[in-house]
């Protein structure tokens, strides 16, 4: 069945360690690909999205993604993280041709980071 | 933040009894949808609409009913609850005008529990 995967459920990183989050997707074809962060008790924000372009997406706070069409994956990276990331990390993919703007989400990455 | 509110953010109801969650917006975007949020599974899509009394289902509709009769208001009715619709609820909306990607950008969430 198509999907979206994101392999890593739970991640424990100290401050200042870099950040790799994995998504990877199933969807043939053109989709367009988002990452979205949930803080504690808040509603889902947008981090980054991609659509075409250059594979190497940067977004808010710091958070950059990178498209790598042949793997069907969608990484979120970055360099040195804070303890204010801490949040769930959702992957969501648009497959363009399901005719109406659907995301389909990952099951999340909760990130814990420690001072 | 995007106009949307959700009512109520929390409600405990008891097996077999009616509810309606509402999703409002003030963006006057074309398509709202709602979403339930469980742990291990992300979210999934309940209903989605694309339009004013034009509705679909999602991959969890089963149980659920939607109703779109102005722009503004995305109703979701559970008709019977049971104790697996117990979740967290989120209405999302998005615009097609422009350029893609179209984001999603969501409501605050209701918490739902049926004891």
């Known amino acids: 069945a198509q999907s979206v995967s994101q392999h890593n459920h739970h991640v424990i990183l100290s401050e200042a360690a870099s950040l790799e989050l994995g998504c990877n997707y199933s969807y043939g074809g053109t989709v367009n690909l988002f990452w979205y962060v949930q803080y504690p008790g808040q509603h889902l924000q947008l981090l980054l999205k991609?659509?075409?372009?250059?594979?190497l997406v940067k977004g808010i706070k710091g958070f950059e993604a990178e498209f790598i069409k042949s793997k069907f994956s969608f990484n979120l990276r970055k360099p040195s993280v804070q303890w204010s990331d801490t949040a769930e990390y959702f992957c969501?993919?648009?497959?363009?041709?399901?005719?109406?703007?659907?995301?389909?989400f990952g099951t999340g990455t909760r990130l814990l980071v420690s001072p | 933040d995007a106009g949307i509110t959700q009512s109520p953010r929390h409600k405990v109801t008891e097996t077999g009894t009616p509810v309606t969650l509402r999703c409002h917006q003030t963006e006057n975007h074309r398509y709202m949808y709602w979403y339930r949020q469980d742990p291990g599974h992300g979210l999934r899509l309940i209903h989605y609409s694309y339009g004013v009394k034009d509705t679909d289902k999602g991959e969890v509709s089963d149980g659920y009913s939607v109703s779109r009769s102005k722009t503004e208001d995305f109703l979701l009715t559970l008709e019977s609850a049971t104790s697996s619709q117990t979740s967290v609820y989120f209405c999302?909306?998005?615009?097609?005008?422009?350029?893609?990607?179209?984001?999603?950008?969501f409501g605050p969430g209701t918490r739902l529990t049926v004891t």
């Open positions: 999302a909306i998005s615009e097609s005008r422009g350029q893609g990607p179209y984001e999603q950008y």
């Open positions: 969501a993919v648009n497959p363009l041709n399901t005719g109406f703007q659907k995301l389909v």
């Open positions: 991609y659509f075409s372009g250059d594979p």
